[in-house]
Structures are given as C-alpha cells and as structure tokens.
C-alpha cells in the first residue's frame, strides 16, 4: 500500500541553524501539507500546498519557515533560524486527485522529530 | 473558527472493556469528521471517519456516529484489546476540499491492560 514517507526520523540542531525535513508523499497526491505537534499539545496545521504554491497558512507559518517541491516526488518544509520553541514532531500528509476516493482523506507520514538545543 | 474537544487521557482499560473517547467540534457548515489513531513509534493513520449527520464510520472493530444536533463524534469500542493502546485523535475539516486543513483535538491515550 502506497504510504508517506518522512526524513530524517529524529533531527538535533542548534538554535539558529537551519533545517530540512524531507517528505515523499503518494505518488499521484496532488495536496501536501504539514503539521506539527509539540510535546503533550495538540496537532497544528502549518501549510498547504498546491499548483506549486501555497493554498493556505496559519499564523504559526511564519517568514523563518517556506515550503518547496523540489522535484516530482519530494516535499520540503525549511527552517531558516530554528528556536527553541520550534523543537516538535513534524508531520507531512498529502491527499489525492478530486476524482478519487481518497479526496477527502489526508494520508500522514510518521514524522520526523526536531529537537533544538 | 474550527475546534474540536475530546477527553483528556491518559485512559486505562482491562482487556475487553468498553471504551468511549469523547469528541465535540465546533465548525461552520457541514464538517466531515475523523478519528485518527498513533501507535507508539508511528505516524497518524485515519482509523474511521464520517462525512454527514448520522453517518457512522467504523473500522477494526470501533465505531462513531456523527451527531449533528450534539455536535459530537464519540468513539466506542465494545471490547479492547491490548494491541488498542495508542493516542486517539478526533478530527474534522470543514469541506470535502482537498485542500482543507484538518483541525485535531489534543488527543487521548489509550492504556489496556492484560
């Protein structure tokens, strides 16, 4: 069964530097996000994308974080200047064509979590 | 703006106890609403969902009717097992659009016990 993946499983970094963190979503998913969940908090949605553009933001989404595909398969969520308080488990989903069944459905990755000392 | 409300954890049951998780949503319009479950060490996995009032989605065993006039989507299972334990997430997006984000409730933990 076609499944998101997610990498790196667990990233360290410094306060201040900058991160990737990797998403290949379903391969014919034409809908990309990400969330993200801080210890013991509630999953928050970050962004949406489509068309190879932003569809939609929350206020978290700040100017320290852009989104990016790079190619045809991979999903990128950057962090220009990572903070402390950005230390959570960064999930990716992705959601098919409008044609299919799972239109409505967001399929999730494992999540890659970030820690920032 | 969209909220959803379900019980705080942690729970813990004896196998093949009753479970309810409860959920209520604040949205505008006509939400379909979710229950997602995370196994320990793993991502989120859709476990049911429903798209209008008195739909009842159900899978593996739970189940959870979509309740228009109480504005809720509670989560029962008649007898859990130990493979149950997880971190249960209700959820909802206001419109079938794919593009829609989904708002989750804080989750609840699940313990069974043997």
């Known amino acids: 069964e076609p499944e998101v993946t997610q990498t790196p499983s667990h990233q360290v970094t410094q306060m201040g530097q900058e991160v990737i963190l990797r998403c290949v979503p379903i391969s014919n998913h034409l809908y990309f996000y990400w969330y993200r969940q801080i210890l013991g908090q509630k999953v928050e949605f970050l962004v949406s994308?489509?068309?190879?553009?932003?569809?939609?933001k929350s206020e978290i989404f700040d100017d320290q974080f852009s989104v990016e595909r790079p190619d045809g398969s991979n999903f990128t969520l950057k962090i220009r200047s990572t903070k402390l308080e950005d230390s959570a488990m960064y999930f990716c989903a992705s959601s098919g064509l409008k044609t299919s069944s799972s239109y409505n459905e967001q399929f999730f990755g494992p999540g890659t979590r970030l820690t920032v000392l | 703006g969209n909220s959803v409300t379900q019980m705080e954890g942690p729970v813990t049951l004896s196998e093949e106890a009753f479970l309810t998780i409860n959920c209520t949503y604040t949205?505008?319009?006509?939400?379909?609403l979710f229950w997602y479950v995370q196994y320990p060490g793993e991502g989120l996995q859709l476990l049911l969902k429903?798209?209008?009032?008195?739909d009842k989605g159900s899978n593996k065993g739970f189940e959870a009717t979509y309740r228009k006039e109480t504005t809720s989507f509670h989560l029962e299972k008649g007898s859990v097992q130990v493979s149950d334990s997880a971190v249960y997430f209700c959820?909802?997006?206001?419109?079938?659009?794919?593009?829609?984000?989904?708002?989750f409730g804080i989750g609840t933990k699940l313990q069974v016990i043997p």
């Open positions: 959820a909802l997006k206001s419109t079938p659009g794919g593009y829609q984000k989904v708002t």
């Open positions: 949205a505008t319009g006509y939400p379909s």
């Open positions: 429903a798209t209008k009032a008195d």
């Open positions: 994308f489509y068309n190879n553009e932003i569809s939609e």
